[in-house]
């Protein structure tokens, strides 16, 4: 059968089409919300306003697939929303078969009131297409229910797979201990450091915060675990988060859409980096890895860099003479702030005097003066190559190497500018 069997514009009941007949999620939520609590223990545990927030996106998600499917539209998207949806329920104990009938409960009262008014006579060939979409639109439904009960399952089983992955960046994992938690040691890894970037507003206080973050970590767990088929390790925090994923189970090549993926689990912004790693050298791996995500924490940059993209950067941010050196040579501008923004803007922008300005909010007249004073204070005129690249290592050593010195001037850079 295909995805659409009707086209909302012709088929209608009533006199119209069938599609602006879609109830509101209100009137559907209210009709499924008694299934998930009572006689269950969900309301001791969550927040009453969380459950009904989460029952309200779920319906919207169903409503969304219906409307997709009586037009002929693309549900993955949808179907997506209502596995993630379904999984959030499951990790909260609702058993399957519950699940199942809260989903035909509001399947039947979409249906029913898609049809309450149809002339039998009249709109006899809607009803019929009508009801062939319900059968498909179910059908659909039971799938993504049962695969959301699945991954959930892999997901909460995992205590072992970490086991081996905390014994690997310790660097003490043995073939005995992968066999015994059973997984099968691989011989090289990508070894993933992922950091998220708060969201404005997190740290406004809520009740279910730590549920929410809970659910998030579990959301991330299931896209991982989907794009590597399952083969890879992980270490979870609510910051930061370190993946080991066998090489020959990953397409480097496929590395940023697997970044935005996580992005979209964690629905924050994220930034990443990766190094390939032996099983006996992952703990160095995992250093210089999370070492690259530090880097781009304080440069603010997110998104995926490899190791070798930052690997200036990150020599310059090694401990040693050479980089406090080039670090002391933007020591003349700590009595200028807004000129050190402006070279910061005017790097991160590839030098470009006009988008600088635009970045600044400035006339392009004003940043070339902010950069003839930089030239006059250091000495290194930022708009010739060779100034560019002395100033560039300079204000990269300074950012890394001279870490103390940029946290006390500037605090948390996520927490101080807007990351770009």
């Known amino acids: ?49 969380a459950l009904r927030r989460d ?5 919207n998600a169903c409503l969304e697939l219906t409307a997709r499917m009586l037009t002929g539209g693309d549900t993955a998207e949808p179907l997506a929303e209502v596995r993630a949806d379904v999984m959030e329920w499951a990790r909260e104990g609702v058993t399957i078969d519950t699940m199942h009938k809260a989903v035909r409960v509001g399947t039947q009262a ?3 009131h898609l049809t309450a008014r149809a002339r039998v006579d009249e709109d006899h060939a809607a009803l019929i297409e009508t009801a062939r979409m319900f059968g498909h639109l179910s059908r659909e439904l039971a799938i993504a229910i049962s695969q959301a009960y699945l991954r959930e399952r892999q997901v909460a089983g995992s205590d072992a797979a970490d086991t081996v992955a905390a014994a690997l960046i310790a660097g003490n994992a043995t073939p005995a201990l992968a066999r015994a938690c059973g997984v099968r040691l691989a011989e090289s890894y990508f070894v993933f450091a992922v950091g998220f970037v708060p969201r404005h507003g997190a740290d406004e206080p809520r009740p279910d915060r730590h549920i929410l973050a809970h659910r998030t970590i579990r959301r991330i767990r299931a896209e991982v675990l989907h794009h590597c088929d399952d083969n890879a390790l992980m270490q979870m925090g609510t910051d930061t988060a370190t993946l080991l994923i066998p090489q020959d189970h990953f397409d480097p090549g496929a590395a940023e859409r697997f970044v935005e993926q996580i992005a979209g689990a964690a629905q924050t912004q994220v930034r990443a980096a990766f190094v390939v790693a032996g099983a006996g050298g992952i703990s160095e791996g995992v250093e210089r890895a999370h070492a690259v995500l530090d880097i781009m924490r304080r440069l603010r940059r997110v998104g995926l860099e490899r190791f070798d993209d930052l690997s200036l950067e990150y020599q310059l941010s090694r ?5 406090r050196h080039l670090a002391a040579l933007l020591d003349p501008l700590e009595d200028h702030p807004v ?10 922008t590839h030098s470009t005097r006009l988008r600088t300005a635009r970045a600044l909010h400035v006339h392009p007249n004003t940043v ?9 204070i250091t000495g290194l005129d930022p ?12 204000l990269v050593a300074r950012m890394t190497g001279a870490g ?3 946290l006390a001037a500037g605090g948390d850079p996520d927490q101080t500018a807007q990351a770009c």
């Not at 070339?368 to 006059?376: P, Q, S």
Request: glycine share 6%.
């Open 404 to 406: 103390e010195k940029e």
């Open 339 to 348: 000129l050190l923004e402006t070279l910061t803007a005017h790097l991160a």
């Open 110 to 112: 979409v249906f029913d």
């Open 55 to 59: 029952v309200a996106a779920l319906v």
């Open 1 to 49: 059968m295909p995805d659409s069997i009707l086209s909302a514009r012709t088929a209608t009941t009533v006199g119209r089409p069938i599609l602006d007949r879609l109830p509101a999620a209100s009137t559907i939520s209210g009709k499924i919300m008694s299934l998930f609590i009572v006689g269950s223990e969900l309301p001791a545990r969550v927040p009453m306003a």
């Open 319 to 323: 401990p040693g003479t050479a980089g």
């Open 368 to 376: 070339d003066y902010r950069l003839n004073k930089i030239a006059e």
């Open 383 to 394: 708009t010739q190559p060779d100034g560019i690249w002395r100033l560039r290592s300079a």
